[in-house]
């Protein structure tokens, strides 16, 4: 694995085919005042734990995989990610590396936590969020009483994906949507939701037989 491009979680990951119809009297909020508040209910997530589906399809539409899977978030900077068989993947975040765990590579994939893998839309439940205008451009609109739509363009170039909406009802994060350089499309949609109950620091830590590759990502 050369990039940090997770599978099935980031290549791609967090996107839909889905058009939204809005009334005309939603506005857009500005970029300052969209990532400000994102932050506050981000920052608002000591932690964050989910079961999620996932399902991608490509630029004609067609649905290309579906995978399920579950997820724990801590601040600051602990992540874990599992995608259950048959397309077993492990990626565990300590706040300073993250390691991507293939079983049927038998391969462990070792990545510093860098700015390009700080951008990775999963890890904004537990990564830095107080400076989101600098790294996007950020809209919202109000699609209910209760629910409220977050788009993030990236404004570098290098970036693992080309636009991702976040949708909360009641400021709880239910779907997660990114749309790729190469026009794929993916949506994640979580359930069992659970909000700042205690998780163990433990839970962080990956674990892997001891006969499996280790490759440490220097780049």
Do not use: C
Not at 33 to 42: K, M, Q, R
Not at 190 to 205: A, C, E, G, M
């Amino acid at each position: 694995m050369q990039q940090f491009s997770l599978k099935p979680v980031l290549a791609p990951v967090l996107a839909v085919v889905v058009a939204l119809l809005f009334s005309s009297s939603l506005m857009a909020a500005d970029n300052e005042e969209s990532a400000a508040e994102l932050a506050s209910v981000l920052t608002s997530y000591e932690t964050y734990q989910a079961d999620f589906i996932q399902i991608v399809v490509n630029e004609d539409g067609s649905k290309v995989q579906e995978t399920r899977g579950s997820l724990k978030a801590k601040r600051p900077g602990l992540f874990y990610w599992e995608t259950r068989a048959p397309m077993s993947q492990f990626v565990v975040s300590d706040g300073n590396t993250v390691q991507v765990y293939d079983p049927d590579l038998e391969q462990v994939t070792v990545h510093n936590l860098d700015d390009r893998v700080q951008t990775t839309p999963a890890l904004l439940l537990s990564g830095e969020v107080d400076n989101l205008e600098e790294t996007y451009r950020v809209s919202s609109r109000q699609i209910s009483d209760d629910t409220r739509e977050f788009t993030l363009e990236p404004k570098s170039e290098d970036s693992l994906f080309v636009s991702l909406q976040l949708t909360f009802f009641k400021n709880e994060l239910q779907e997660m949507r990114m749309k790729d350089s190469l026009s794929q499309l993916s949506v994640l949609s979580f359930d069992r939701i659970q909000l700042n109950d205690t998780v163990d620091k433990s839970v962080f830590t990956l674990e892997y037989p001891e006969d499996v590759d280790v490759i440490r990502d220097e780049s």
